[in-house]
C-alpha cells in the first residue's frame, strides 16, 4: 500500500513541475506526460469497466459459456476507454497549466486522502467481499468518495480565489478583455487552451452577473454554476483516475504474479 | 514461472503505453485535423482585387484589413498636409501681391511731388474735384500700374490651380506609398480570376474623397468671396472698394490734401482781385475799344503769375516736409490691411477646410464601408483566437 502512496506522490510532483517549465519546453514535454496520463487513466476505468461488465454477464450467461471471454470487453472497450483517457487527460493537463497555488494543495491533499480511503475501505471490505475482486471494488468505491471530497474542496477553493472582475459587462466584451495569451506552441493546443480559458470566463461571468438581481439571472446562475461543477467535477475525476489508475497498474501485476504463482 | 509472470506482465505494461501513445496521437492527429479544417473553414482565404494607381494588387482578407487602416491614416495625414500646404501658399500669395502695391508707393510719392504732378494737383484744386482726381492717380499708380488689382482678380484661378496641383500630387503620393507597401504582400495565385464583387477600386474612392474636397473648397471660393471683403462683389474689387477709401482717408494723405486744398482756396480771391484790376485799369486807360480788353488781359496775367510762383514755392516747401510722413503712412496702412486679410482669408479657409475634411473622410471611410461589405466577420477572430 504504501508504494501506490509513493508513486502518487511522484507523479503528482512530475505534474507540478510540468506546469512550472518554461513554454516551449512545457510544450514539448506535455506529450509523454499526456501519454502516461492516458495509460494510467486507462487503466483504472478499463478494469471498472470490465468489472462492470463481468457482474452483468455473470448475472444472465451460464458460467461455461464461451461467450463470457466474447463479450467480456475487447477492443472496442479499450478505444473507447483510451479515447475516455486521452481526452480526460488532455482536459486536466490544460487545466494545469494554469492552475492556482491553492488548487494544487487541494491536489495535493487528495494524495493522502486516496490512500487513506483505498486502506481503509480494503479493510472493511476483507471481510465481505471476494477476494479476486476485493482491490477493484475497493478502487471503484474510492474514485466517487475522494471525488465527492475533493470536488467540495476544489469548490470551496475556487469560490474564494479572486477573479477578473467582469460585473456589468457584455460577455461579449468580458471575453475580448479579459482573454489571456496561450503559451502553448502548437495550433491546436493553443486553440484549446484559449476555448478551456474562454470557459473559465464564461462561468465567471455567469456567476459573477448572476449575483445582482435574482429574479433576472436565474438561468445566468444554472449556467454559471452547471459550468462550475462540470468542469471542476470533469479535472478532479480525471485526477483521482489518474491517481487510482497507479494503484491499479501495481495491483494488476500483483494479481498477474499472484495468478501465476497459484 | 516467476521470470515469465514478469515479463508477461512489463509486456502488458509496454502494451498499455503503446496503446495510450497511439490514443494520443490520435486524439493530437484529430484534432491537428479538425483544427485545419476549422480554420480553414474560418480563415479569410478569398482573395481580393485592389484597383489603385493602375495597378490591380492582390490581396486576402486580414492584408485588406491592414491596407485599409493604412489609407485611412495615410489619408487623413494627407489631409492635413493639404491643409497646412494651402494656408502656406495663401500666406505667400498675399506676400507676393502686396508687395506690387507696396513697391509702387515711392513712384506714387515720386509723382505726387513732381512738378507735373503737382500743377495736375493744383489744377483739380482750382477745378474743384481735387479728391476724385487724387484717388484715380491713387488708384493708377498703386493698384491698376503695379498689376496688384490684376493679380487679386486672379486669386481665384490661382487658388484652385494651385488646390488641384497639391490634390493630384497628395493623391499620387498616397497612391504610390500603398502600392509599395503592398505589392509584396500580395497572394500568389496561379491563376488570378477575382470575382467582381471581390474588386475594390481605391482610385474611383480617392477620386471621389478628393474631387468631394476640392469642390468644398470651391464653394468656399464662390460664397466667401462676398464675404472676406464685405460687401465687395469679387475678390477683384477688394483693391478698388476697400483698400483705396481707407488709403484715401488716411491723416498724411488728407493733410497733403489740405495743403493744396487750402492754397487754392487761397489763391481764388487773389486771382480774383486780379482780374478786377486789370478791368480797372483798362477802364482807366482806355474807356472803350478792344485795346481796353489786352490791357486788362496783361494785368491779369501778370498779376496771377506772380501770385502762382511766389506761393508755389511756398507750398512745395510746406508739401515736402510732410512727403516721408505720406509715404510711410501709405505703407503702413497696406501692410495693416494686408494682416487683416490674411486673417480673414485664413479663418476662411480653415472654415473651408472643415467641410472639405469631412467630405474627404466621409469618401475615404466609404472604402472602409465597401470593405466591410464584401468582408466576411469572424467571431473568433473578435476573440482573437487564430492570431498571437
Redesign the interface.
Known amino acids: 500500500m504504501q508504494r501506490p502512496l509513493v508513486f502518487n506522490l511522484a507523479i503528482f510532483l512530475l505534474l507540478l513541475g510540468w506546469s512550472l517549465l518554461p513554454g516551449v519546453l512545457r510544450g514539448w514535454a506535455m506529450?509523454p506526460l499526456?501519454?502516461?496520463c492516458?495509460?494510467l487513466v486507462?487503466?483504472g476505468s478499463f478494469e471498472a469497466a470490465r468489472l462492470r461488465r463481468r457482474v452483468w454477464l455473470d448475472q444472465y450467461l451460464l458460467a461455461a459459456s464461451p461467450w463470457h471471454r466474447v463479450l467480456r470487453g475487447g477492443s472496442v472497450m479499450?478505444?473507447w476507454h483510451?479515447?475516455i483517457?486521452?481526452?480526460l487527460s488532455?482536459f486536466m493537463l490544460i487545466k494545469l497549466q494554469s492552475l492556482a497555488v491553492a488548487l494544487w494543495v487541494v491536489l495535493a491533499l487528495g494524495l493522502p486522502l486516496i490512500a487513506w480511503l483505498l486502506r481503509s475501505l480494503s479493510g472493511r471490505l476483507q471481510k465481505h467481499v471476494l477476494p479476486q475482486a476485493r482491490p477493484a471494488l475497493v478502487r471503484r468505491f474510492t474514485v466517487p468518495l475522494a471525488v465527492c471530497v475533493l470536488t467540495a474542496l476544489y469548490l470551496v477553493v475556487t469560490l474564494s480565489l479572486g477573479q477578473p472582475d467582469v460585473r456589468g459587462l457584455n460577455w461579449?466584451s468580458a471575453?475580448?478583455q479579459h482573454?489571456q495569451?496561450?503559451s502553448s506552441q502548437f495550433?491546436?493546443?493553443r486553440?484549446?487552451e484559449?476555448l478551456y480559458m474562454?470557459l473559465e470566463l464564461t462561468l465567471q461571468w455567469a456567476l459573477q452577473n448572476a449575483l445582482g438581481g435574482t429574479e433576472r439571472n436565474g438561468g445566468l446562475a444554472v449556467v454559471g454554476w452547471s459550468l462550475l461543477l462540470l468542469s471542476g467535477s470533469a479535472f478532479i475525476w480525471a485526477y483521482v483516475r489518474l491517481m487510482v489508475g497507479v494503484d491499479a497498474?501495481f495491483s494488476?501485476?500483483r494479481g498477474?504474479?499472484l495468478?501465476?504463482?497459484s | 514461472?516467476?521470470a515469465?509472470?514478469?515479463k508477461?506482465?512489463s509486456i502488458?505494461?509496454v502494451a498499455?503505453?503503446f496503446?495510450?501513445?497511439?490514443?494520443?496521437c490520435?486524439?493530437?492527429l484529430a484534432?491537428?485535423v479538425?483544427?485545419r479544417l476549422l480554420s480553414k473553414q474560418l480563415a479569410d482565404n478569398r482573395v481580393f482585387a485592389v484597383l489603385v494607381d493602375d495597378q490591380r494588387l492582390l490581396l486576402d482578407g486580414k492584408t485588406l484589413d491592414a491596407f485599409n487602416a493604412d489609407l485611412q491614416r495615410l489619408g487623413i495625414s494627407h489631409q492635413a498636409s493639404l491643409e497646412q500646404q494651402m494656408n502656406a501658399w495663401v500666406d505667400q500669395w498675399l506676400d507676393d501681391t502686396f508687395v506690387l502695391a507696396l513697391d509702387a508707393v515711392p513712384g506714387y510719392m515720386d509723382w505726387y511731388y513732381s512738378m507735373p504732378g503737382s500743377y495736375t494737383r493744383l489744377y483739380y484744386a482750382i477745378s474743384g474735384d481735387l479728391d476724385a482726381a487724387l484717388r484715380e492717380r491713387l488708384e493708377s499708380h498703386l493698384l491698376v500700374q503695379s498689376g496688384f488689382e490684376q493679380r487679386l482678380a486672379d486669386f481665384d484661378r490661382a487658388l484652385t490651380r494651385q488646390l488641384h496641383g497639391i490634390l493630384g500630387e497628395q493623391g499620387q503620393a498616397l497612391r504610390q506609398a500603398l502600392v509599395q507597401r503592398y505589392s509584396d504582400r500580395q497572394v500568389e495565385l496561379a491563376e488570378p480570376k477575382i470575382d467582381a464583387r471581390q474588386v475594390i477600386d481605391v482610385n474611383a474612392a480617392l477620386d471621389r474623397a478628393f474631387g468631394a474636397s476640392a469642390g468644398d473648397i470651391q464653394r468656399w471660393q464662390i460664397s466667401s468671396q462676398a464675404s472676406v471683403v464685405a460687401g465687395v462683389g469679387s475678390f477683384a474689387l477688394l483693391a478698388r472698394h476697400a483698400i483705396l477709401p481707407r488709403l484715401m482717408r488716411l491723416g498724411s494723405v488728407q493733410a497733403a490734401r489740405q495743403v493744396i486744398a487750402g492754397f487754392a482756396a487761397r489763391l481764388a480771391p487773389r486771382m480774383a482781385g486780379a482780374v478786377t484790376i486789370g478791368g480797372s485799369a483798362a477802364a482807366v486807360a482806355a474807356p472803350t475799344g478792344p485795346s481796353a480788353l489786352v490791357a486788362g488781359g496783361i494785368a491779369f496775367a501778370t498779376a496771377a503769375g506772380t501770385i502762382v510762383i511766389t506761393d508755389f514755392a511756398l507750398l512745395k516747401a510746406e508739401e515736402a516736409v510732410m512727403r516721408e510722413d505720406q509715404e510711410r503712412q501709405l505703407h503702413d496702412e497696406l501692410v495693416v490691411f494686408r494682416e487683416s486679410t490674411r486673417d480673414q482669408l485664413q479663418a476662411q479657409l480653415q472654415a473651408a477646410f472643415g467641410p472639405a475634411g469631412e467630405s474627404y473622410r466621409r469618401g475615404v471611410g466609404g472604402i472602409e464601408d465597401e470593405t466591410r461589405a464584401k468582408r466576411q466577420f469572424h467571431i473568433l477572430d473578435?476573440?482573437?483566437?487564430w492570431d498571437?
Open positions: 506529450l499526456w501519454i502516461a492516458t495509460a486507462f487503466t479499450i478505444a483510451l479515447l483517457g486521452a481526452l488532455l461579449d471575453v475580448t482573454l495569451q496561450s495550433a491546436p493546443l486553440f484549446l484559449r474562454m497498474l494488476q501485476r498477474a504474479s495468478q501465476e504463482l | 514461472m516467476k515469465g509472470a514478469m508477461n506482465g502488458r505494461r498499455l503505453l496503446m495510450a501513445a497511439v490514443a494520443v490520435a486524439v493530437l484534432l491537428n479538425g483544427y473578435q476573440w482573437r483566437f498571437a
